[in-house]
């Protein structure tokens, strides 16, 4: 099978979608599929690393999303009309709409309806638009959890036989829990002074969180409930915030409340040789989101035997499982869950070395077979005539 997949999406800084996509590639190849991978000129030595059958074109000049969106109505039909590909994969969202070739489309959530304060006004708008429209007009879509899947289904009306639900995987090689000379390496980038460790982890302590700072992870209220469960506290950890700068504004307001006694620590985007260090060297990695497609962070926390806590919403129990602290969304209760966690030492260790265990099942090898699925689905369905 010969599959188009358009890369030109993917951010610069590697987040979520770009993850997702750098690790289905190679798996896709594994299973036999010959890639054509579109990409923007900074991803052509990345793509024509990881291809071994198939072709990298790089198309130029559509770094703003504005001349991107454009091409892609456009330039990119034109595209698939010469390279004449089984199956186009669009992974974020967006597609094609003027190609008779079947379109497999991925949405990632669905919180731009559910909880739209947590967006800008004008992307909550942009991605409801394009996931009613992907929903109509495309052949097949992905989703990386049930919850996403049944949140379309309900919201939009689409059509439930269209899915695939196939969730993310983990890269075992890179993340695994990692020695405890590791983990002082990555705290001293982040400039944590060394002290005791109880828990025999590697010197100091901190909480740890890794995502983009956006409303949708709920920090100011994660700050606000580690004040309460650590202020008083002879030893505090650290709170370390690891992520893209987003645009919560939120979050200068929580911190202006951190006591003096307290350290609250914003290193910004963390480079992925870093993080495995960082999430196994975490007293407790907490990760209090109003919802998530799937919840990465948390997935690869667990991969390095990170004791996590989370919250019950959407898909984040497909992913956490009995492997993780719950908690809900509110300052008061992600307090209660550290203050538990914090103060039961043996617990911290029974759901780390059970969070290792449900991580190992998943991988993106198993994600790439359930893609190869969705677009055999959608070869099919586009081959039937239509009804009526």
């Known amino acids: 099978m010969h599959v188009l997949l358009d890369a030109t999406a993917i951010p610069a800084d590697r987040g979520g979608v770009g993850r997702y996509v750098d690790e289905l590639v190679p798996e896709l190849q594994r299973t036999g599929v010959r890639l054509t991978v579109i990409a923007q000129p900074r991803d052509r030595e990345l793509f024509e690393q990881m291809i071994t059958d198939g072709q990298v074109v790089v198309v130029a000049g559509i770094a703003r ?5 454009a091409w892609e109505q456009v330039g990119l039909p ?3 009309r010469r390279l004449r590909p089984d199956v186009v994969h669009s992974p974020h969202y967006t597609m094609p709409l003027l190609t008779r070739r079947p379109v497999v489309v991925t949405l990632h959530d669905a919180t731009f309806f559910t909880t739209p304060d947590a967006h800008l006004p004008s992307k909550a708008k942009f991605f409801r638009t394009w996931i009613r429209l992907a929903s109509r007009r495309a052949s097949g879509l992905i989703t990386p959890s049930k919850a996403t899947r049944d949140e379309v289904v309900r919201l939009v009306g689409a059509d439930p036989a269209k899915f695939m639900v196939a969730y993310h995987g983990v890269d075992h090689a890179r993340f695994y829990p990692v020695d405890q000379a590791e983990q002082a390496r990555v705290r001293r980038t982040l400039d944590l002074p060394p002290a005791a460790a109880s828990d025999g982890r590697a010197e100091g302590r901190y909480i740890g969180f890794l995502g983009t700072l956006e409303p949708r992870k709920n920090v100011p209220a994660l700050i606000r409930g580690w004040i309460a469960a650590c202020a008083d ?3 505090p950890p650290a709170l370390v915030l690891a992520g893209g700068k987003g645009w919560d504004l939120a979050i200068d307001d929580a911190a202006a409340e951190v006591p003096p006694n307290l350290r609250l620590l914003r290193p910004g985007y963390l480079p992925l040789a870093d993080l495995p260090g960082f999430l196994a060297g975490a007293q407790v990695l907490a990760y209090p989101s109003r919802g998530e497609g799937f919840g990465l962070p948390v997935l690869e926390a667990m991969a390095c035997g990170a004791c996590v806590l989370t919250t019950g919403e959407l898909s984040l129990p497909e992913v956490g499982g009995d492997a993780v602290a ?4 509110s300052p008061e209760s992600i307090a209660a ?3 538990t966690l914090l103060a039961d030492e043996e617990r911290r260790r029974a759901l780390a070395a ?5 991580a190992a099942e998943f991988t993106w090898a198993a994600a790439a077979a359930n893609h190869l699925v969705a ?3 959608a ?3 586009s081959a039937r005539p239509a009804r009526g």
């Open 326 to 329: 719950y908690c809900d969304t």
């Open 233 to 235: 506290l002879p030893d």
């Open 78 to 80: 034109a595209l698939i």
């Open 65 to 69: 999303r504005p001349l991107r969106l």
């Open 379 to 381: 070869l099919a369905a």
């Open 337 to 339: 869950g550290l203050r």
């Open 375 to 377: 677009y055999h689905a």
């Open 354 to 358: 059970a969070a290792i265990d449900r």
